[in-house]
């Protein structure tokens, strides 16, 4: 089966390491605690593995996913295993300038949204944004062509 051309991927920016190594490291501790009482045939075997098996699926989700992906007419942030959200460039006027904590978007009916790029590597973050605003631009262009 052929994949629609919208949802090639063009770019990925990475997750940042000391995040990934959190979740590991809460995962680790669960999977300690969860084998511990398991041994001493304690129920908290029971009460240790349900976090065990949440963490466990969430460190193996951050570790196969990339943070953000930039695709021909959109990009995804993908912040945890709950949370994808996608923001259309065509509805986007501008990108302002990026903080430390993220960068604003303004839409096209002067609403602004603030993007978070916490869990993003720090090396990244520029890019990321400079790419939005090459894609935004772009989408801009072609809708005057129009």
Same mark, same amino acid.
């Given at each position: 089966?052929?994949?629609?051309?919208?949802?090639?991927?063009?770019?990925?920016?990475?997750?940042?390491?000391?995040?990934?190594?959190?979740?590991?490291?809460?995962?680790?501790?669960?999977?300690?605690?969860?084998?511990?009482?398991?041994?001493?045939?304690?129920?908290?075997?029971?009460?240790?593995?349900?976090?065990?098996?949440?963490?466990?699926?969430?460190?193996?989700?951050?570790?196969?996913?990339?943070?953000? =992906? *930039? @695709?021909? $007419?959109?990009? #995804?942030?993908?912040? %945890?295993?709950?949370?994808? !959200?996608?923001?259309?460039?065509?509805?986007?006027?501008?990108?302002?300038?990026?903080?430390?904590?993220?960068?604003? =978007? *303004? @839409?096209? $009916?002067?609403? #602004?949204?603030?993007? %978070?790029?916490?869990?993003? !590597?720090?090396?990244?973050?520029?890019?990321?944004?400079?790419?939005?605003?090459?894609?935004?631009?772009?989408?801009?262009?072609?809708?005057? $062509?129009?």
């Amino acid at each position: 089966m052929r994949k629609n051309e919208d949802d090639i991927p063009l770019q990925y920016f990475e997750r940042n390491i000391m995040v990934v190594i959190v979740f590991l490291t809460i995962t680790a501790f669960f999977g300690y605690m969860t084998y511990k009482s398991y041994v001493e045939v304690s129920p908290l075997a029971f009460i240790y593995g349900v976090p065990l098996i949440i963490f466990g699926f969430m460190s193996l989700w951050l570790v196969l996913n990339p943070y953000a =992906i *930039i @695709y021909k $007419d959109k990009f #995804e942030i993908k912040k %945890s295993l709950l949370s994808n !959200k996608y923001w259309y460039f065509i509805d986007i006027k501008s990108v302002q300038e990026i903080n430390s904590s993220g960068f604003k =978007i *303004i @839409y096209n $009916d002067d609403d #602004e949204e603030m993007i %978070s790029t916490f869990g993003i !590597k720090p090396s990244h973050k520029k890019n990321f944004r400079d790419a939005v605003n090459h894609c935004v631009c772009k989408s801009l262009v072609v809708e005057r $062509d129009e």
